[in-house]
């Protein structure tokens, strides 16, 4: 009988974040982990975007199979941009109504493809029982209502499924999540939430997403966030160890695995992309946000992505574009093609196979420049903070610690096989 196990999913935590953590006694809950576990990193997907990554880990697929392409999309069926909350402004630009739904609901009951199988599934097909808390992907056999005024819609979860106070398997008395990211309401909902589990033991495998150590990374780079969330993301992990009994209890109980989705990195200037297609106005689309931008050819245009590549040559924000020519992906770079799989960023050969294998993703794909962001929708961006979405290393390497598991994890897509091979399922 396998053990249960905890995915413990923190937003934005760089290996630099979490090795400092571990070291400086400031983090005891990590610590303890890490004491008990290997430590390793591993590589994030592209773009390194949350909505991208977190669909990657709970489905062991990159964009290629899952088909979640960034945080911002053009969506060809439907011919309209599909905002996942990029920030307020831009899914205000995007028509709130319609992106707080495809945000809450259509990601997974829409855009997340049916040819991807989540851990919740594969898991809750084989018997045990699943729960998710806060992660963006949840999808599951189990059909959860909300009853927000304006949002009677179904969305199917894992049997043990909290998101947000919008949907909730079962009454915890966890405070309510929309007090404010800045003093860490969401992820105190989490440890509500995590505290009620752990103390019936009511799952076999829980995902726990700690959301809010990405925003204060936003707010103040990718050091800054360490002075102000990593006491708090620490609390949020020792709230389990309490409801266990104690550490020791917790890790008697449970194997664990710890990682981040993507990593961050400074912003110090900020960029558009819309300027350089200006008299191609109606024949391309322009999607950009945080560290990624996409552009989209509607059927007819006159132009081919090989000359969108071109007119980003000399634009600083943007590091290298990619592109597909028949089976080639193709990266450009100072004004010069060149095979993709040359690209010295982490593990980048895949990453872009699977980023521009994504039949939602743009003709051409932008990955900025260190230091740079690409303003969103709404004209919003983290100037003087983090961001990530690149490709370059300090947006793609994540910790990742597993205790208690026979697996070394190198990608955040193998985590999910990993989880499935712990309790005896043959991974898809
Ligand atoms: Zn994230």
């Keep these: 009988m396998a053990k249960k196990l905890v995915l413990i999913v923190v937003d934005g935590m760089t290996p630099e974040a979490f090795e400092h953590a571990v070291s400086s006694g400031r983090a005891p809950a990590l610590a303890h982990l890490a004491a008990h576990g290997e430590y390793r990193t591993a ?33 060809r069926q439907e011919k309209r941009v599909v905002e996942y909350g990029s920030s307020f402004s831009a899914l205000r630009k995007a028509g709130f109504s319609q992106a707080v739904l495809d945000t809450i609901v259509n990601m997974n009951e829409r855009h997340l493809s049916r040819d991807a199988t989540t851990v919740y599934e594969a ?30 819609r179904a969305v ?64 103040h780079g990718p050091a800054g966030a360490m002075d102000v969330a990593l006491e708090r993301i620490d609390a949020s992990i020792g709230a ?6 104690g550490p ?57 992505a090989a000359e969108l590549a071109r007119r980003l040559d000399g634009e600083p924000a943007v590091e290298v574009t990619l592109r597909r020519e028949g089976d080639e992906a193709i990266a450009r770079r100072r004004g010069e093609d060149f095979p993709a799989h040359e690209l010295e ?24 420049a260190e230091g740079w962001e690409l303003v969103d929708l709404g004209g919003r961006h983290h100037e003087g903070g983090g961001s990530h979405g690149s490709l370059v290393a300090g947006d793609s390497i994540v910790p990742l610690l597993t205790v208690g598991l026979d697996a070394a994890p190198s990608r955040i897509t193998e985590v999910t096989p990993a989880v499935l091979r712990h309790f005896g399922i043959t991974p898809a």
């Design 345 to 368: 960023h982490p593990d980048a050969a895949e990453r872009v196979r699977a980023a521009l294998a994504n039949p939602n993703a743009g003709e051409l794909l932008v990955s900025a």
């Design 43 to 75: 590589t994030s997907v592209f773009p390194s975007l949350t909505p991208v990554c977190l669909s990657s880990i709970a489905t062991g697929a990159g964009p290629d199979v899952h088909h979640i392409p960034g945080l911002a999309w053009w969506n």
């Design 123 to 152: 898991l809750e097909d084989a018997g045990f029982v699943a729960g998710a808390i806060n992660i963006t992907c949840y999808r599951g056999r189990h059909r959860h209502v909300t009853n927000v005024p304006g949002l009677r």
């Design 240 to 245: 389990l160890f309490e409801a266990a009994g």
């Design 156 to 219: 199917h979860g894992p049997s043990r499924f909290f998101f947000y106070n919008l949907f909730e398997s079962d009454r915890t008395g966890a405070p309510f999540s929309g007090g404010g990211r800045k003093g860490g309401a969401v992820d105190a909902y989490a440890a509500g939430v995590g505290r009620w589990l752990v103390t019936r033991d009511g799952f076999d495998f829980l995902v726990y997403y700690l959301s809010d150590y990405d925003f204060a990374s936003h707010a």
């Design 248 to 304: 020791d209890e917790f890790l008697d109980r449970y194997a664990v695995i710890l990682l981040s989705d993507h990593g961050q990195t400074d912003v110090r200037k900020v960029a558009r992309l819309e300027p350089h297609f200006v008299d191609l106005k109606g024949q391309v689309v322009v999607t950009a946000s945080n560290r990624a931008g996409q552009i989209y050819l509607p059927p007819g245009a006159k132009v081919d």
